[in-house]
């Protein structure tokens, strides 16, 4: 054992986690409390200050969520990560770090729809200006550099259309723009993609999706590459500069390689306030003991049901990058060669009305906003997640009228393709 690297399974069952020093219980405890009692008056001093690690309130962190932090970081690959209380809360405190008023970020155009709002309309009101590039051409994220840019922000398995994102290529146009690539590795999970591996300098997931994997739970993480340089150009103030809050201390050059993950807690988490609670971190960390059998079943049943669809007299097209026709099948050879996800979307020859009616017919799929549940759900995206976006920014987010967005679940695929079958045909 102790010469070996334990291998991807081996992780998700044990990153993080020890036999519970007290009572020996082997399943992570969940340490359902707000604080934590200090040894002594310098030991609490110790804490505020930086000078030492330890527990103190759960706002900032938390033993249960320790153990899920360290797990998706050993998963990822990266120096440290933050559980937090949502997927978008982790993009708020990520964006917080790196951006003051009037900085600019860069955003691949398809994006799940919640952070198409988040980026357009909340994260304006905090002076925070996105910048759209297109995934399918390089060059306009290049286009799109301007002095205040101060991120690039795309999804590894882009929502809804699950397109492959060609991460090695924008991490290049991020290098040399001197700015962290961000990817929203949620659809892939670790398991298919390792964004860090393809050079993403911070990871964000909605653990709510595959991660917990059971639809029981909203929670969201931060993973820190560890690979950024936050104080060679000086862009970077929340990073490079002294803290006045904590002695004076400059993150980056006290924690280095993971110092943008104590940004994030504390800075992020403890003055905007989206702390998971630990009895959600423990639903989740039992989620991801799965996520490699779960993950490989969901892209095998995915693959199956993408066939059969693309075989359906009423169906019009199937974008999924697992089918060898696929514009991104090259893309997803490269970069998830285990399988291209299991969230995708196809388009209905009778148009938006089709689109509605399957919606309804559909018995053992459930019609609900969420994926990566062990269950099969599915949506009608035009007139629901991306119905706030005018028709020509639908159809360039992949979420056209006739489009019907699928999340394929663990059930048996025979009994998913007989439900579809007996609704197209309704
Ligand atoms: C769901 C989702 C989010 C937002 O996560 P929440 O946990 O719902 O806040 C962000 N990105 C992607 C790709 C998602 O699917």
Not at 2 to 12: C, E, I, V
Request: proline share 5%; charged share 15%.
């Amino acid at each position: 054992m102790s010469d070996r690297l334990p291998g991807f399974s081996t992780l998700a069952v044990h990153a993080g986690a020890q036999p519970d020093p007290t009572t020996g219980a082997r399943a992570t405890p969940i340490y359902q409390t707000t604080s934590f009692v200090f040894n002594d008056a310098d030991h609490a001093a110790s804490l505020f200050g930086l000078q030492s690690f330890g527990n103190i309130y759960t706002r900032i962190g938390n033993p249960t969520n320790a153990v899920l932090e360290e797990r998706v970081a050993a998963l990822e690959g990266g120096t440290a990560a933050l559980a937090v209380a949502s997927g978008h809360a982790a993009q708020v405190v990520v964006m917080q770090q790196l951006l003051q008023p009037g900085d600019e970020f860069i955003a691949a155009r398809k994006l799940y729809g919640g952070s198409i709002n988040q980026f357009t309309h909340s994260f304006k009101s905090f002076g925070w200006n996105v910048v759209w590039a297109d995934s399918d051409d390089i060059a306009s994220f290049e286009r799109a550099v301007t002095p205040r840019t101060k991120a690039i922000f795309i999804e590894s398995i882009a929502n809804p259309g699950g397109s492959i994102t060609d991460i090695e290529a924008i991490s290049t146009v991020a290098r040399k723009a001197g700015v962290p690539l961000i990817v929203d590795n949620t659809l892939a999970s670790p398991y298919l993609i390792r964004p860090i591996d393809h050079g993403a300098d911070i990871v964000v997931h909605s653990l709510t999706k595959f991660l917990g994997g059971h639809g029981n739970s909203i929670g969201g993480v931060i993973v820190d590459a560890g690979t950024f340089d936050w104080s060679k150009a000086g862009k970077y103030p929340m990073l490079s500069e002294p803290r006045p809050e904590y002695h004076g201390i400059k993150l980056h050059e006290t924690f280095g390689n993971f110092a943008f993950a104590i940004a994030c807690r504390v800075l992020g988490l403890r003055d905007l306030g989206p702390a998971l609670s630990p009895f959600n971190a423990f639903l989740i960390l039992t989620g991801i003991e799965t996520l490699p059998l779960r993950m490989q079943k969901h892209c095998d049943n995915a693959k199956a049901i993408a066939e059969f669809l693309s075989g359906h007299p009423a169906v019009s097209s199937v974008s999924y990058a697992g089918l060898s026709s696929d514009k991104y099948n090259q893309l997803a050879r490269k970069y998830s060669p285990k399988g291209a996800g299991a969230v995708f979307t196809f388009s209905l020859k009778g148009g938006y009305d089709a689109g509605v009616s399957l919606v309804s017919n559909l018995k053992l799929f459930s019609h609900l906003a969420n994926v990566g549940d062990t269950r099969s759900l599915v949506i009608h995206p035009a007139s629901t997640t991306h119905s706030q976006l005018d028709d020509a920014a639908k159809v360039k987010s992949g979420a056209g009228p006739d489009v019907v967005r699928l999340s394929i679940g663990i059930e048996d695929k025979e009994d998913l393709i007989a439900d579809l079958e007996q609704a197209l045909s309704a």
